[in-house]
């Protein structure tokens, strides 16, 4: 069994910065590909940002520019620099692993960007 769990998530102004983590335990080596999502009340799901076993990344046009996804395999991490926050940017972030045909979830984690 595979956990996950994020952390990080926080109350921040307008044009600051957060790094949110996603952690791994259990029986996996946290390579294959992670993606992090968000959702805000009342909005679907949305991918903000993935990074593939080859370290390949790709975010959503909102974040590019601003959102850095890294990992640290040694580690089972995955991490989420986010900078230039924007008041769109708050919602519950979730991170997502998918090795082969599996897919594990981690709780969430709140980031609520103000004004």
């Known amino acids: 069994q595979v956990q996950l769990v994020e952390s990080g998530g926080g109350l921040v102004q307008a044009g600051g910065s957060l790094r949110l983590s996603c952690a791994a335990s259990?029986?996996?080596?946290?390579?294959?590909?992670v993606t992090w999502y968000r959702q805000s009340p009342g909005k679907q799901r949305e991918l903000v940002a993935s990074i593939t076993s080859a370290d390949s990344t790709s975010y959503a046009d909102s974040v590019r520019g601003r959102f850095i996804i890294s990992r640290d395999n040694a580690k089972k991490m995955v991490y989420l620099q986010m900078n230039s926050l924007k008041l769109e940017d708050t919602a519950v972030y979730y991170c997502?692993?998918?090795?082969?045909?599996?897919?594990?979830w981690g709780q969430g984690t709140q980031v609520t960007v103000s004004s």
């Open positions: 259990g029986s996996t080596s946290m390579t294959s590909t």
């Open positions: 997502c692993y998918r090795p082969g045909s599996y897919e594990y």
